[in-house]
C-alpha cells in the first residue's frame, strides 16, 4: 500500500496520525485517520459532518464493495502505519514510543 502518513497539528487523544492513500495508479485519498481507542489502534475512512433535525452524523467519504475488502485494505493501513513508526522511531521503538503490535485493532 502506497500510503503517506502524517501527525495531526492538534493532538485531541484519539487521532494519533492521518494519511493519504494512493488507491490506484496516481489517484489520492485523502483523509484517513489512524485513531487510539479503548481496544487499540484502528483505521478508519474520511468523513464528512452533516446535520439533521440538530443532530450530527457522518457520512463515509470512501465506500468499498465488500466488508472483507474494508477490513482487509484498513489492516493494511495500519500495517503501513506501523512501518512508517517503526522507521521514523529509530532506536526509540525499543523505548515504548509506538503501541506494541498487540494493540492493533481489526
Do not use: H, M, N, Q
Given at each position: 500500500m502506497d500510503a503517506s502518513f502524517y501527525e495531526p497539528k492538534y493532538k485531541d487523544g484519539k487521532?494519533?496520525?492521518?494519511?493519504d492513500v494512493?488507491?490506484?495508479d496516481g489517484i489520492i485519498v485523502?483523509?484517513?485517520?489512524v485513531m487510539r481507542g479503548q481496544k487499540g489502534l484502528f483505521a478508519s475512512v474520511p468523513s464528512k459532518s452533516?446535520?439533521?433535525a440538530g443532530r450530527t452524523g457522518y457520512s463515509p467519504q470512501v465506500?468499498?464493495?465488500?466488508?472483507?475488502?474494508?477490513?482487509?485494505f484498513l489492516a493494511g493501513l495500519l500495517d503501513a502505519y506501523q512501518k512508517?513508526?517503526?522507521g521514523r522511531s529509530g532506536?526509540?521503538?525499543s523505548a515504548g514510543s509506538h503501541p506494541p503490535a498487540d494493540e492493533l485493532v481489526e
Open positions: 487521532i494519533v496520525a492521518f494519511a494512493d488507491v490506484a485523502k483523509g484517513f485517520r452533516f446535520t439533521v465506500l468499498f464493495a465488500t466488508p472483507d475488502v474494508r477490513a482487509r512508517w513508526e517503526d532506536a526509540a521503538a
